[in-house]
């Protein structure tokens, strides 16, 4: 199986800045990467697939990038509900494969 | 899009449970839809997937005991869950494909059927 190795595992923001999270494929994915957003209590909502298209209704605000293995979601401006646990997910072989989450939160 | 699951509960080790998912909102016959679960407090897990004509995959950890199936008439979606394990605890949501080629990308998501395997 695909290994997804996601970092960090929290960080701590505030209103306005710009954040980073990566995902680290076990092997080369072909940008065949989509994010999540994961409220508490919520189920998960698709933000990203295919490395960086940005799903219907999602705010542009959010960026997707990478490569081979590398890859990353970018949050510009941070509001307030974007307070959430965010997932990367392989779809390029199966098992699809998740990584263990970020856990966003705002200051 | 709205999916809505049911049928979770509490049960205990080595019994069985069967999970539904409603459709609606959508041509629910023309997507494959997907089981995940977490764990609590715990990450994603992807548990099967059955596609539009009804062929299956599954996680390794369920093969032989969860079974994956479709009622298109119904416009509804079923997870069998046999000889239950503690480790089978969990949220379970069912969520649709995305559609080719992204099959294994979910695009909307239920609120989840939580499962309580305990003695």
């Known amino acids: 199986d695909i290994q997804m190795t996601q970092s960090p595992a929290s960080l701590s923001a505030s209103l306005g800045e710009t954040v980073s999270i990566e995902c680290l494929a076990s092997?080369?994915?072909?940008?065949?990467l989509a994010w999540y957003q994961q409220k508490p209590g919520k189920s998960p909502q698709l933000l990203i697939y295919y490395a960086s298209s940005l799903q219907d209704g999602v705010p542009s605000r959010f960026s997707g990038s990478g490569s081979g293995t590398q890859y990353s979601l970018k949050i510009n401006s941070l509001e307030s509900e974007d307070a959430a646990t965010y997932f990367c997910l392989q779809d390029s072989e199966y098992p699809p494969t998740f990584g263990g989450g970020t856990k966003l939160e705002l200051k | 899009v709205q999916l809505v699951e049911s049928g979770g509960g509490l049960v205990q080790p080595g019994k069985s449970l069967k999970l539904s998912c409603s459709a609606s909102g959508f041509t629910f016959s023309s997507y494959g839809m997907h089981w995940i679960r977490q764990a609590p407090g715990k990450g994603l897990d992807w548990v099967a997937y059955i596609s539009s004509s009804s062929g299956t995959v599954y996680a390794d950890a369920v093969k032989g005991r969860f079974t994956i199936s479709r009622d298109n008439a119904k416009n509804t979606l079923y997870l069998q869950l046999n000889s239950l394990k503690s480790e089978d605890t969990a949220i379970y949501y069912c969520a649709r494909a995305r559609g080719y080629p992204y099959y294994y990308v979910m695009d909307a998501w239920g609120q989840g059927a939580s499962v309580t395997v305990s003695s």
């Open positions: 092997e080369d994915i072909y940008n065949n």
